[in-house]
């Protein structure tokens, strides 16, 4: 299933153009593409370029640090760390099982995280691409853009983020980095004034995110094909799976489907997943490649995140959302969608499905309830599993007899999706690019389709689209054939 | 009773009894002088230097420093704020002081009198020293990184607790505390959870295991009023208060 395009036969001599930085993207990446004299594309790879280094230094930190020190690792989906800490940490502290209001609380958290990360990443970093064209000028592709053309939509991408923050807020003391949860459970309930609070806007955020899930199926009907086609790749598909077989983003077992739709492996427990996933190298990335030991490093790679939550489960436990996931995986005729662009369609689906769930929540009396935590006997090791906006996230740790984490292993939401992202640049060279002199609209092609799976390439900075970029072709004699450059103003000029 | 017997803080009349420093007299009056190796519960240290004051143009700690009839104590002004800036910002960068994943963030007596000083950046190169944990004690950790050698856990430990537990040893900078037992492991040593030497740490280098976080952000010390409000200078206020209220009762 690895594309050819992963490493060319004959590299020596071949044009190298790299894409540096990634736009409209969490963090710094490139992209780098090597063609021939014919500007035919041999190879497309895409790199992370940062190292953050976490696994190593909180080696010698006590386990009790770890939901609040893990979590500095993003700026945009530190709950997701958060809570996949504290669920390690709650089985080291031999909680078996958290009290209802616990875990309704960070349920909440959790969904009101979701429903932020899902806002910012639509409205913000990709809607100037869908709402505008991916070859629309640069100047105007932009959040800025979309305030001016279209600011109703502008303003309710803005208004849903901020209500996830609050929901955020609440709960976990602060909008970004706060200590709600801890091992074995929370350390704090919600007041009836918080959720009188939360109450009030709740109606309005339901409605706009109905809204979002329409304007996204508008576009990708409107051009039906080519959003199906764009990018697309056959891949398995990995998530975690409520015991029913519905929509689960906090707690559940594991499922892998290929692209057929066929159960590779269902319900599993998180705590094995050493058995099931293992994690590859390539000497080009410092990113690992994840893969499902099963069907080895070749085929076994697969995709998380909202198209394989959606594609994965049976069925949402929200009425609205339910709906919805019944359209979208009608148009896949019995397989599964394997549209990459389809990832912001599904993305919208969850986004009302956490504000369905939301509304559920808050009129549960156990959000106030004063059991807050369950400890037992101490554990030596705990594993941590959750769905992070992005995809499946995990967390791995053992401790010392002294209570001192001795071993760490996170494997994150994009480092999950390392392969299939890349398998989604490949295709978008080769359909493209291919013999085509380069641009800056054919360029943004590769960035659409790396936009899609909304990496968190480093989990805590932003470039936002007007980061300085210089491209330059250079043949086989070392000799400068092309050059774009691309300021920080957003202007683009050919200096050669 | 009263002595009759006055000093000037910034200006404002203060009275004093026979053998209090200024400090004990600030503090009895609900004026706030910053301070970190200061507890009004055991014998003044002198050593974190942060409670500096102007006392007739020399500079002095004011927890060691007698009050005195009609002296001018300046506690207040830019030169003396800067003073103890200066001396916080030593401290923040001679240890590693991580606030935003230390579990004493929002109770923590130097991030609080940081803030009341309003040292807002660093100013000085951080050592970033290497330090470790001392985690072998089934139910207390030490971090030697926070440690600011306020001496505090030395003194609790032997004036309240009578175990001598905890020991200043070397000079200037490689000063560092020491635990007094036969592997100089704290695991070892006569320490228990529930010593007033566990809980009269200002900072977070001396903390009990396997908790953190439990009080939640909004609700922690110094998360809605500054420390010269609620600090151990409110706390000695209301000790203070309930021993004149049994006074006059009496």
């Keep these: ?496 | 009773m009263s002595s009759g017997k006055t000093f000037k803080l910034d200006g404002k009349a203060i009275s004093f009894e026979e053998g209090d420093t200024i400090m004990d007299a600030a503090l009895r009056a609900g004026e706030y002088i910053p301070h970190l190796c200061h507890n009004p519960e055991f014998k003044p240290h002198g050593s974190c230097r942060v409670c500096v004051v102007d006392v007739n143009g020399h500079s002095m700690s004011a927890c060691t420093r007698p009050a005195e009839q009609d002296i001018d104590v300046d506690n207040s002004s830019d030169a003396i704020m800067d003073l103890r800036r200066s001396l916080l910002q030593m401290l923040f960068v001679e240890g590693n002081h991580i606030c935003p994943a230390c579990e004493k963030s929002g109770a923590c007596q130097l991030q609080a009198v940081a803030y009341y000083t309003r040292m807002l950046s660093p100013r000085f190169t951080h050592f970033f020293p290497r330090r470790s944990i001392d985690a072998s004690h089934p139910d207390i950790v030490f971090y030697f990184n926070r440690c600011i050698l306020c001496g505090l856990c030395e003194r609790a430990s032997r004036d309240v607790d009578g175990k001598n537990v905890f020991s200043i040893s070397g000079r200037g900078i490689n000063s560092k505390l020491v635990f007094n037992s036969p592997s100089g492991k704290l695991g070892d040593s006569e320490l228990s959870v529930t010593d007033k030497a566990v809980s009269v740490c200002p900072v977070g280098a001396l903390l009990p295991k396997h908790q953190g976080y439990e009080k939640p952000i909004g609700k922690r010390l110094y998360d809605t009023k500054p420390i010269s409000v609620v600090g151990d200078a409110a706390l000695y206020q209301s000790v203070n208060r309930s021993s004149k209220s049994s006074e006059s009762n009496e």
């Design chain 1, 1 to 496: 299933m690895t594309s050819e395009l992963e490493t060319a036969e004959h590299p020596k001599g071949l044009k190298r153009t790299v894409i540096e930085p990634l736009t409209r993207v969490e963090g710094h990446g490139k992209v780098t593409l090597l063609q021939d004299e014919k500007q035919n594309i041999k190879q497309a790879r895409l790199h992370i370029s940062e190292f953050r280094g976490f696994e190593k230094f909180i080696q010698g930190r006590p386990y009790w640090e770890l939901p609040v020190l893990v979590q500095r690792l993003c700026g945009i989906c530190p709950v997701s760390h958060h809570l996949a800490a504290a669920k390690a940490t709650d089985m080291i502290v031999g909680a078996a099982e958290l009290t209802p209001t616990a875990e309704k609380i960070r349920r909440l958290m959790h969904f009101g995280q979701t429903l932020q990360s899902h806002a910012l990443h639509f409205f913000h970093l990709c809607s100037p691409d869908l709402l505008f064209g991916f070859d629309d000028e640069v100047r105007h592709r932009n959040i800025v853009g979309v305030i001016e053309d279209e600011p109703e939509i502008a303003k309710q991408g803005v208004l849903l983020r901020k209500y996830g923050q609050e929901v955020i807020r609440v709960t976990a003391g602060k909008r970004i980095h706060g200590t709600g949860a801890i091992p074995g459970g929370i350390n704090k309930s919600l007041s009836k004034d918080e959720i009188k609070y939360l109450k009030r806007d709740i109606g309005q955020v339901i409605e706009w995110a109905q809204q979002a899930v329409e304007l996204v199926k508008r576009i990708f009907f409107e051009h039906y094909d080519y959003h199906m086609s764009f990018a697309s790749i056959d891949s398995n598909m990995l998530s975690v799976i409520r015991n029913d077989g519905a929509f689960e983003i906090y707690h559940g077992g594991l499922r892998a489907r290929d692209e057929k739709g066929n159960t590779i492996f269902d319900h599993i427990d998180y705590s094995c997943y050493g058995d099931y996933i293992r994690e590859g190298v390539k000497n080009w990335s410092y990113m690992k490649f994840p893969f499902i030991t099963s069907l080895g490093q070749e085929n076994g790679w697969y995709r998380v995140g909202p198209l394989a939550r959606v594609n994965n489960c049976d069925f949402f436990p929200t009425p609205l959302a339910e709906r919805q996931r019944r359209e979208f995986t009608g148009t896949a005729e019995g397989r599964t969608v394997q549209s990459t662009l389809a990832y912001h369609w599904a993305r919208l689906i969850e986004l009302l499905h956490c504000s369905e769930s939301i509304a559920e929540l808050l009129n549960d009396s156990d959000l106030y309830g004063n059991e807050l935590l369950n400890k037992g006997e101490l554990q030596c090791c705990g594993t941590g599993v959750i769905e992070a906006p992005r995809g499946t996230l995990f967390h791995h740790y053992e401790i010392n007899d002294d209570g001192i984490v001795k071993k760490a292993n996170l494997i994150v939401s994009t480092t999950n999706n390392n392969q299939a992202m890349n398998e989604s640049i490949r295709k978008v060279a080769s359909q493209y690019l291919d013999g085509n002199q380069l641009s800056e609209a054919l360029l943004n092609q590769v960035e659409v389709a790396v936009r899609a799976y909304d990496p968190c390439l480093s989990c805590a900075t932003h470039a936002m689209g007007k980061m300085p970029l210089q491209i330059n072709l250079v043949n086989d004699k070392g000799e400068l054939l092309d050059r774009l450059e691309k300021r920080a103003s957003g202007e683009i000029n050919r200096t050669v």
